[in-house]
């Protein structure tokens, strides 16, 4: 997703609901695949993530694209001293983190698709085709909308 709430990278999907976190490698590969295709430079550009892509994984995922994560920090059980240590870390980046409403409010448009909310296709190019349906109404709102 852009700066301005449109969808702009291709979709990935599983046989089965998976966790995102799962998805984000072949993601990655694709969100690059597509900018060079329209010849876009995304090196160094951020990616948001929410706390659920805090792990070591997800970073180097990201590094590994030239992208720059920008993920909120899960302290999970962390002492107090590792705490304060991961959230002094992170301050420098959470005014970009705080754009992240704009993913979260097209989300949250996706869920007025009751065939997206809940998986009813066995076939992964039918919920794949609902998606960039839905994604497609999404752009369309935000562009021609109110």
């Known amino acids: 997703m852009d700066n301005h709430g449109h969808i702009i990278a ?8 998976e966790h ?7 993601s990655l ?7 060079d295709r329209l010849g876009l430079d995304i090196s160094n550009a951020y990616l948001t993530l929410d706390s659920a892509f ?3 994984d997800s970073r180097i995922n990201a590094f590994d694209h030239d992208l720059i994560p920008v993920i909120k920090p899960n302290p999970r059980n962390a002492s107090p001293e590792i705490k304060s240590a991961m959230l002094a870390e992170f301050k420098p980046l959470e005014p970009i983190y705080k754009e992240r409403y704009k993913i979260e409010r ?3 448009w996706k869920s007025n698709y009751r ?3 809940i998986r009813y296709e066995k076939l992964q190019c039918t919920h794949l085709g609902f998606k960039h349906l ?3 109404m999404v ?3 935000e562009l021609f909308g109110n």
């Open 10 to 17: 291709p979709l990935t999907v599983m046989a089965i609901n």
């Open 20 to 26: 995102d976190s799962v998805l984000l490698p072949e």
């Open 29 to 35: 590969d694709k969100l690059t695949q597509t900018a």
């Open 54 to 56: 805090d792990n070591r």
């Open 106 to 108: 097209d989300f949250a």
């Open 115 to 117: 065939k997206l909310v």
């Open 134 to 136: 839905a994604y497609a």
């Open 139 to 141: 752009n369309f709102h």
